[in-house]
T-cell receptor, first 115, second 113 residues
């Protein structure tokens, strides 16, 4: 069975600094999708960034980028120039190949941004 | 239509009562998902629909849980004979058939006393 592990329950970063959140996963599939979702205190989950496993290039969305290491089954999120609004729970999620549509989530990392 | 909506946002009930939650997905989305999130945990998959067909159910979905999507639009999740262990946030999400991004609603927080 697929699993997703986030080993950092909580992280802190100074405003304007860079922080990296870790995620590892386990799967026997070669085709899959990985996501980072943000869940602010209001609880609505928002997609931050996604990565298709067949793409070697790391995804980037403005201040957010990932380091996708397929062989190591690692998928970390880097947030540059951290802002107060980045404070939230961040969940790493895995979705299998076509035909499997559910997400498998990690336990989350709470990010605190210090002014 | 700006996103996935869920009602009610909060529900407090006594043990043994039945509760029903509603989810309205983004209008053009054919797939609809239910997840449960307990405190300090990530969401756990419960079930999903493609149009009105329920295509997968988790082992977490005991016989007391039932979900429907009668016309392929909104969905309901019913919990019968609630237990204190059912207390959680119930999240709904939707997606396009050809897409892999799920859009989440704000959730329904259930408290069973």
């Amino acid at each position: 069975a697929q699993t997703v592990t986030q080993s950092q329950p909580e992280m802190s970063v100074q405003e304007a600094e860079t922080v990296t959140l870790s995620c590892t996963y386990d799967t026997s599939e070669s085709d899959y999708y990985l996501f980072w979702y943000k869940q602010p205190p209001s609880r609505q989950m928002i997609l931050v960034i996604r990565q298709e496993a067949y793409k070697q290039q790391n995804a980037t969305e403005n201040r957010f980028s990932v380091n996708f290491q397929k062989a190591a089954k690692s998928f970390s999120l880097k947030i540059s120039d951290s802002q107060l609004g980045d404070a939230a729970m961040y969940f790493c999620a895995y979705r299998g190949p076509s035909g499997t549509y559910k997400y498998i989530f990690g336990t989350g990392t709470r990010l605190k941004v210090l002014a | 239509d700006t996103g996935v909506s869920q009602n009610p946002r909060h529900k407090i009930t006594k043990r043994g009562q039945n509760v029903t939650f509603r989810c309205d997905p983004i209008s053009e989305h054919n797939r609809l998902y239910w997840y449960r999130q307990t405190l300090g945990q990530g969401p756990e998959f419960l079930t999903y629909f493609q149009n009105e067909a329920q295509l997968e159910k988790s082992r977490l979905l005991s016989d007391r849980f039932s979900a429907e999507r009668p016309k392929g639009s909104f969905s309901t999740l019913e919990i019968q004979r609630t237990e204190q262990g059912d207390s959680a946030m119930y999240l709904c999400a939707s997606s396009l058939v050809q897409g892999y991004e799920q859009f989440f609603g704000p959730g329904t927080r259930l408290t069973v006393l």
